[in-house]
């Protein structure tokens, strides 16, 4: 059987680098706000280009936090509107309405799955303070319209990152486009912990001084409370091991790029819409390979009957969850086609050309 993700495999490529790094911070008995979350927030801040980069408790914490901090800094309050993606994964969304903000959804474009740029302007209203974007699957949605947009009605752009660490847009790298940004490091993610935890990177002097007392009880000195904040940090053992991979991400990135150049290239079943090659391939780090078909469930079966295990991101769009029932009745039938036909084939930097050639074959072989 080929995995969706194997993740035993994925960390013991680095096996002897992350066990002697945990065992130095296991030994060191400093457990917290120390050096190895010292460290990683300086490499990934001079990785990604930003001033400032925050370790945090996981991806929804960053965005939460984030948004909590202009709220704190007076630039949003509780009743404004951001602009989201509908077709995200839900924690985008938890992120806006946890702030006493409200989730105003847009439309995907059916040919990237992500924001339709075009569309955004009309869900513009006196309350809107900001655009949060998502770079879904791990492609880069940006454009100088959308810098205008912003700019011209005076909104933050923040990025949801979790999906696309390593990606570039014209040279600047995912979570140095907008104001500011979440990373997620979830073990799936193709900067994956040994658990939970999260990153926010911003250039913003004082919005990275807010979310870091926020993030550890309001407190911006030892027992000097100045915000009602919470607890969302990253274990300095979670960022021993995220600093020994962050080096091997752009080598990791460029496999996951083979690999899907392979798929869009060689699947050749009508019945398959494959994702876009782009010819600029930095503005993707392919987290994941999405393609769509109208018989999903029967192609699903076949794959497994086949040993390729698959995945769907996501069956269930944020406007359909119980959770959102006052969004149920909203209208968004891009979103709804994709969340019926979308399925994720495994795609990883340790997969084998072996494992990667079976997969093709089998979707070639599929009569669905
Ligand atoms: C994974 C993910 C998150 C949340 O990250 P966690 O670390 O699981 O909290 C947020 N947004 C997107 C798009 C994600 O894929």
């Known amino acids: 059987m080929i995995k969706f993700l194997d993740l035993q495999k994925i960390n013991l490529a680095y096996q002897q680098e992350i066990e002697e790094k945990l065992l130095h911070t296991f030994r060191s008995g400093w457990y917290l706000l120390g050096n190895e979350v010292k460290n990683f927030e300086d490499n990934l801040t001079r990785y990604i280009g930003s001033k400032y980069a925050i370790g945090v408790a996981n991806g929804l914490d960053a965005l ?3 948004l909590r ?12 509107e951001i602009i989201v993606p509908a077709n995200t994964y839900i924690a985008s969304v938890l992120a806006i309405s946890d702030n006493g903000l409200v989730p105003v959804l847009v439309e995907p474009d059916l040919n990237n799955y992500n924001i339709d740029i075009t569309k955004i302007e009309d869900k513009i209203s006196p309350k809107t303070k900001g655009i949060m974007i998502v770079h879904l699957y791990g492609r880069i949605i940006f454009s100088d319209d959308l810098k205008n947009i912003a700019a011209k009605h005076n909104l933050k ?28 490091f979830y073990p799936g993610k193709n900067l994956g912990a040994l658990g939970d935890g999260g990153a926010v990177t911003t250039s913003d002097d004082e919005l990275a001084k807010t979310i870091r007392a926020l993030a550890n009880y309001g407190s911006n000195q030892k027992y000097i409370n100045i915000y009602q904040g919470l607890n969302s940090r990253l274990d300095e053992l979670q960022a021993a091991v995220l600093d020994v991979k962050l080096k091997y991400i752009d080598t990791d990135n460029d496999r996951r790029r083979e690999i899907a150049e392979r798929y869009v290239l060689e699947v050749k079943n009508p019945n398959i819409i494959l994702p876009e090659l782009l010819d600029n391939g930095k503005e993707h780090v392919w987290h994941l390979f999405v393609i769509r078909t109208s018989e999903r469930e029967k192609l699903q079966n076949y794959l497994t009957e086949n040993g390729v295990q698959t995945l769907i991101h996501y069956p269930i769009p944020p406007h359909k969850q119980g ?46």
């Open 157 to 184: 752009i923040i990025e949801d990152n979790a999906q696309a660490i390593g990606a570039e847009w014209k040279g600047i790298r995912s979570g140095n486009l907008g104001d500011a940004a979440g990373f997620s």
């Open 64 to 66: 939460r936090l984030i």
């Open 323 to 368: 959770a959102y029932r006052e969004m149920n009745e909203l209208h968004f039938p891009i979103t709804d086609k994709i969340h019926s036909e979308v399925l994720s084939l495994p795609i990883s930097p340790v997969m084998s050309n072996e494992e990667v050639l079976k997969v093709i074959n089998v979707l070639n072989s599929a009569q669905s």
């Open 69 to 80: 901090a202009y709220i704190e800094l007076g630039i949003m309050q509780k009743g404004d």
